[in-house]
């Protein structure tokens, strides 16, 4: 056995870095040993001898990332305990957009900074976005990733709050590597593809590293897995019942008028429908007549990745009191083009698009298709629904082109101080366009009146001058206006038809509502920096040098998002959107300090305290001044015990301030709708409470009212410019500790642990309320009443949301804490060298305050409140390698939790939501000195996601769970 004993300030080059997935070899830690070396740890700008610092940092090296399966850094920092919440990845299909974020802590993506060699990264997605799209930086051009888990806001500025990411290039990289990848899930579906080609040059002056890369990952449906392949509702016995919506292909429309109860309530006629089986009209059920969209949704969406990367270093010599300078270069381009396809659009003008779009009952397929009231006359139809199966899905092909480049010069000055300064630029492009969508305008001309054309092309009349709607004679079927005029170019719509019979809707039907037209969107993130800063020693005291760096920084952020026109007039089921467009810049100065206090003294092996400050000057609301105290403290050699106290903030982004009003359509429940409850007498007793007078005080008629199945509530969501002014943005501010120590028992060789406690308090929360939030504070409290907007008294759906505004907004925060827990220990034995680890996250507290709304997330999956909150999060690996021989086995679990089933035909209830645990393995053989095979199975047992019936989406939790199931790869690398 080799044998070793190893001080903390040694613990972060081998095992002891919280939540470390690396092994240093001894032959490593040796040259450590002998070889001082200034460096930059994240979390600091002075460079130090030693990498453990006051924070606690994670640190995944290339070693450890070449034993999983990723491509790209999200899906890396996705598998990390500290990952909560619901940042999107690619397993995000409807609300995802092709990206994959990450959210330490579960308080969202957008704050935690993420880094490249210590600078910012800009933002990637449709334009004016406010966080970094991690698949832009493929894992082939890591050395390692450091996962600062502080508030690091007075290092390096706004959004550090939960963190920062920093994420480390194989700049110095000298030889020739070429990477080939496949897999594919054991439903043979999933299939990915990759190709990684990385070459580096040096000499005496500097090197050249130069990386080229391309992946293709392929798709999987929802319908080609048990647990996705129908959307199922819960009930509170256990049962379940296949759901869908109740917008179906076999239509869904207003039945006669009054036919079902109160004649003096508009909306009192119940929906009818001819069903799956389409036989004669009669009531519409949910149970059995709702359409289930599930089996054409992606589990999985496709995208094709690819990358070219430059890094360069050159010495340019000796310049005087600049001491030698040195030239570096940083250069990378990414593409990526992915898809997103949920099932065919559900046309429902007037429920769904908040559009009047009567089917006329003078149009000829109503006449002749279309239900018939007790007189057997035809009937305006104001509610209609229709799936439209007819065009295959709602198609969104995103495009996204990201380049970045530095450029700058270091060196040492003659008094031994470091200095650098550089510019950093980045800019996103997206080019999104989408197909299977309709235009309203032309859909409401198509459901309108209809008359004949004869053969002469003239309108068919009867004695008193009307049109003939059923003329036997008729050559050409048109469409009218209000005034009996024929609306050029307009082809009537069917939509009582089946689809893919002769009764359905025809390709020219679909021509004329689509507008012969597929929209297109454009975006783009773009961000400068400009930064100088110098670090080295102030002066000596007894037990050390004091560090000291300073610096200045100028970063311009500018942004912009513009909807094609359709969206802009707000004529197309794509959406309504208003363009987005604005910016902003920062003057920042900072500086930092490590004081040494006591060194070797008695129970004082050492004792240091730091110190930051950064003071930031913004364009768009003003200043904000961050700050930091850390100590380190050594009582014997082999136990470190450390805190930090700091202060952080984030600054309102572009979106935040400016960003152009858009529709979107999540789900929630409203209080006031009969259709959330599981009764009439459950409703009746909701119209009995006090709280029913704020379901009238917004609209609703008093004897109630029922969407017939609207689960997704129209919301206008967007900038706080969208407010007219009444609200003025503030940035956001966050007190956060941590408290932690580093083990290293002297009695047990190789062993190692740590353990951190850390607790945030945002306060000033940019975000927003979230719709189900309004309309619960609204039912319950009389908050947010002012944003919900119903239809009048005179609309066919009097009572109904037409939408809810949810624009951002300071509101409320968050209070989170937890300990992380990190376990390491080597052996060598008869039969190898064996590795294992232990890394968890434990969370105590998580409680998001909404005006008088404290909503509490331990344990609980919160479908409209941020996602999922594991109580405990653990990663197990066992290492093993022999010779040319190496094996890792992962288990990653994932503690159950509570979810809130609404319930829509049921009243709401709590269930538990079973514990998940995954195992992935692998191997990889040194076939020669130039050559490694590996493989390796994720999801070894095929275990299947838990049903959280709650979330938006293949019945699971899609940000947190595996949900493609078993997967196998194969890698080949030839290096050289």
Known sequence: ??????????????????????????????????????????????????????????????????????????????????????????????????????????????????????????????????????????????????????????????????????????????????????????????????????????????????????????????????????????????????????????????????????????????????????????????????????????????????????????????????????????????????????????????????????????????????????????????????????????????????????????????????????????????????????????????????????ENGSLITDANGNPVVDAANGAQLVCLNSENTVIDGCLPLNIFGQPGTETGITPEMLQYISGDYNTVELGQNRQEVISAVVSGDLFDLPAGPVGFAAGYEYRKESGYYKPDTLILQGTTTAGDAVSTQGGYDVQEVFGEVVVPILDDAAFAHMLELSAAVRYSDYSSFGDNTSGKIGVKWMPVDSLLLRTTVSTAFRAPTIDDLVGGAAIGFPEAADPCDANTYGSAEAYQAVKNSANWANCVNTGVPEIGYDSDGVEQIPTNTGGAVNWGGAIELEPEEADVLTVGMVYTPDFIENLSFSIDYWEIQLDNALSTVGTQSALTGCFENGEYCERIRRFAPDSPAYGGIITVDDYAVNVGGIDTSGVDFDIRYTMDSDFGEWRFSLDGTYLLEYDKHLASQTIDHVGRFEVNHDGHFAELKTNFTVGWSMDEWDATLTTRYIDGVTETENGWWTDPFERSVESNVVVDIQGSYLVTDHLTVTAGVDNLFDEQPPFVYSAFGANTDVSTYDIIGRYMYLRAVVSF
């Not at 034993?67 to 299909?93: C, E, I």
């Not at 439903?187 to 130069?210: M, Q």
């Not at 009567?358 to 007189?375: C, F, H, I, L």
């Open 1 to 454: 056995m080799v044998q070793f004993r190893k001080s903390v300030l040694k613990i972060a080059i081998s095992t002891a870095l919280l939540s470390s997935y690396s092994f240093a070899a001894t032959a490593a830690e040796e040259t450590a040993e002998n070889q001082v070396e200034r460096i930059e740890v994240t979390g600091s700008r002075i460079k130090r001898t030693d990498m453990e610092g006051a924070n606690p940092v994670t640190t995944i090296d290339a070693v450890a990332i070449s034993k999983m399966s990723v491509n790209n850094v999200g899906d890396l920092l996705q598998n990390l305990t500290s990952s909560a919440g619901a940042a999107v990845n690619t397993q995000t299909n409807n609300g995802g957009d092709s990206s994959t974020r990450f959210s330490l802590r579960g308080i969202g993506d957008e704050r935690t900074l993420v880094l490249i060699n210590g600078r910012r990264v800009v933002a990637g997605g449709n334009g004016a976005n406010a966080s970094v799209d991690l698949n832009t930086i493929p894992t082939s051009v890591v050395k390692r990733v450091e996962v600062l888990k502080d508030g690091a806001s007075a290092t390096y500025g706004s959004d550090a709050i939960a963190g920062v990411v920093n994420i480390i290039t194989r700049n110095d990289y000298e030889g020739f590597e070429l990477k080939l990848n496949a897999g594919q899930s054991g439903e043979s579906d999933a299939e990915a593809k990759g190709i990684d080609l990385t070459f580096g040059s040096a000499s005496d002056r500097g090197n050249v590293v130069v990386a080229l890369g391309y992946n293709d990952q392929g798709d999987a449906f929802q319908g080609d897995r048990s647990f996705s392949e129908y959307e199922l509702r819960a009930f509170p016995d256990g049962s379940t019942q296949r759901g869908g919506s109740s917008a179906p292909p076999w239509s869904n429309v207003d039945g006669a008028p009054g036919s079902a109860n109160n004649p003096e309530n508009p909306n009192a006629d119940q929906n009818v429908t001819r069903g799956p089986d389409y036989g004669d009209w009669r009531p519409f059920d949910g149970a059995t007549d709702s359409y289930n969209y599930n089996p054409v949704n992606y589990l999985q969406t496709p995208s094709k990745r690819k990358y070219a990367n430059v890094f360069a270093n050159y010495l340019l010599g000796e310049f005087g009191v600049l001491g030698e300078v040195n030239s570096f270069a940083e250069v990378s381009y990414v593409q990526t083009v992915g898809k997103r396809l949920i099932a065919p659009e559900p046309l429902a003008p007037l429920v769904f698009f908040n559009t009047e779009a009567p089917y006329s009952p003078n149009n000829y397929y109503n006449v002749k298709y279309g239900p018939k009231d007790e007189n057997g006359n035809s009937y305006q139809i104001n509610d209609w629904r229709r799936r439209m199966e007819d065009t295959g899905g709602r198609l969104n092909i995103r495009d996204y082109k990201t380049f970045r480049t530095v450029v700058g010069f270091n060196g040492v000055f003659q008094n031994g101080w470091d200095w650098e300064i550089s510019y950093n630029f980045g800019q996103s492009d997206s080019v999104e366009r989408t197909e299977g969508y309709f235009n309203l305008q032309r859909v409401g001309e198509a459901v309108g009146p209809t008359g004949w054309l004869d």
